[in-house]
């Protein structure tokens, strides 16, 4: 596939260990790749996604803690201005996204969430929680969303799913394990997909399969 022009100038941000970072940042290292990383802003500086950048050679900016949600949406645009991002992908993002961030990039904010939504989403629903009401649910099959970020916890046009089948015997703990590795290869190809249909201007298909 012949190389874009531009690419869409991506931000990372959250707290998280850095799984879903490390994997968006080593796609963009494709020639053919429609998407760039240009900085990784970390709401702690003991996240892991800090070390993600450190060691892609992707600017780092970490963000003083405790900041009340008006003072972190100008922090968070600060550095959308600074680094000219034109998307974010959050990556373990543990709180509302300030409104001026969302109006600043309408419609291209992303996040990955554990879990197939609209099912196991909502407040509360983060981590080991999501996983250990998947298991007390008892269904067949769960899976990892990509999905547009509104001002609502996990609401938004959903970009991609991709499943994985429940073992009767798995722990939460285990089943988070193996949802990073199901969440590591959708993620990128979905940014990759956004990516390219905000260069062709064209309407974001939703739901698609991985
Ligand atoms: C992932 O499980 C994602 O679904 C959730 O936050 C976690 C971040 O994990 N939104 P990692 O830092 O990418 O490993």
């Not at 850095?18 to 020639?31: K, M, Q």
């Not at 969430?113 to 996983?131: E, N, Y």
């Not at 991609?160 to 290869?185: A, I, T, Y």
């Amino acid at each position: 596939m012949a190389p874009l022009l531009a690419r869409l100038r991506v931000g990372i941000l959250g707290s998280g260990s850095g799984t879903n970072a490390h994997a968006l940042c080593v796609n963009a290292e494709r020639d053919t790749c429609a998407y760039s990383v240009e900085a990784v802003i970390s709401t702690s500086a003991k996240a892991g996604i800090c070390n993600v950048a450190r060691r892609s050679g992707v600017a780092l900016v970490i963000l003083p803690e405790g900041l009340s949600r008006e003072a972190l949406g100008e922090e968070i645009v600060r550095a959308i201005d600074e680094f000219q991002v034109e998307a974010l992908a959050l990556a373990g993002f543990m709180r509302l996204l300030p409104d001026k961030v969302i109006h600043r990039l309408e419609g291209r904010v992303l996040n990955i969430h554990p879990a197939l939504l609209p099912d196991f989403g909502g407040k509360g629903m983060f981590g080991l929680h999501v996983h250990r009401s998947v298991l007390a649910a008892g269904v067949l099959e769960t899976g990892a969303t990509v999905h547009i970020v509104t001002d609502q916890y996990d609401e938004g046009a959903i970009l991609g799913q991709k499943r994985l089948l429940v073992c009767p015997s798995v722990d939460p703990e285990d089943l988070q394990r193996r949802m990073k590795v199901v969440e590591n290869e959708l993620y990128p190809g979905v940014m990759e997909q956004f990516a390219r249909s905000i260069h062709a201007k064209l309407p974001l298909s939703t739901q698609a399969s991985f």
